[in-house]
T-cell receptor
């Protein structure tokens, strides 16, 4: 089975701290994604990556950055956490190549981040 | 632009009754449609997808969905609801085209509550 893991299930940080959220997948997927989930807003794409050292902005990249140094690992970075970044963060991966798009995404369990 | 609408924030059903969770979509090309379920404090789990072929798609846990091209809908259904089906359900669409335009677009989610 595909497995996507996230480094923390729950995280509490203070305003201004630098926060790292780690995601690892074990299926050699090319594509990885970071979403945030907020009530009434569904899932919103923050950043995604199609390959190592490659990244593209999603719909809401402001206040975030990402790093993909290895194929299996995709990190989300909050350079200076703010209270409006309190949310559930979901990582996902999929094996989709650029030529086909019939696959599905596989999700990690999520990290619930609280910024005080 | 691609979009997905889930018109109901919440659906309430009695156990044993049929359930329907609605989803409509808008894409420029052929739609690839997905349903995911999320249990409390968990990531999203894939339920089923429509790519091509039969309009009625069967998935996990007894769920099925019907693709209706003329109504641009992909409603999720189950003949007999269980209390354990209570969860948050997300519909997603991907335009049938690779590259960055092929990312999943999610609806805002519908909370399904099944009462005994």
């Amino acid at each position: 089975d595909v497995k996507v893991t996230q480094s923390s299930r729950y995280l509490v940080k203070r305003t201004g701290e630098k926060v790292f959220l780690e995601c690892v997948q074990d299926m050699d997927h090319e594509n990885m994604f970071w979403y945030r989930q907020d009530p009434g807003l569904g899932l919103r794409l923050i950043y995604f990556s199609y390959d190592v050292k490659m990244k593209e902005k999603g719909d809401i990249p402001e206040g975030y950055s990402v790093s993909r140094e290895k194929k299996e690992r995709f990190s989300l970075i909050l350079e200076s956490a703010s209270t409006n970044q309190t949310s559930m963060y979901l990582c996902a991966s999929d094996p989709r190549s650029l030529e086909t798009s019939t696959d599905t995404q596989y999700f990690g369990p999520g990290t619930r981040l609280t910024v005080l | 632009a691609q979009s997905v609408a889930q018109p109901e924030d919440q659906v309430n059903v009695a156990e044993g009754n049929p359930l329907t969770v609605k989803c409509t979509y808008s894409v420029s090309g052929n739609p690839y449609l997905f349903w995911y379920v999320q249990y409390p404090n968990r990531g999203l789990q894939f339920l089923l997808k429509y790519i091509t072929g039969d309009n009625l798609v069967k998935g996990s846990y007894g769920f099925e969905a019907e693709f209706n091209k003329s109504q641009t809908s992909f409603h999720l259904k189950k003949p007999s609801a269980l209390v354990s089906d209570s969860a948050l359900y997300f519909c997603a669409v991907r335009d049938g085209y690779g590259g960055s335009q092929g990312n999943l677009i999610f609806g805002k989610g519908t909370k399904l509550s099944v009462k005994p």
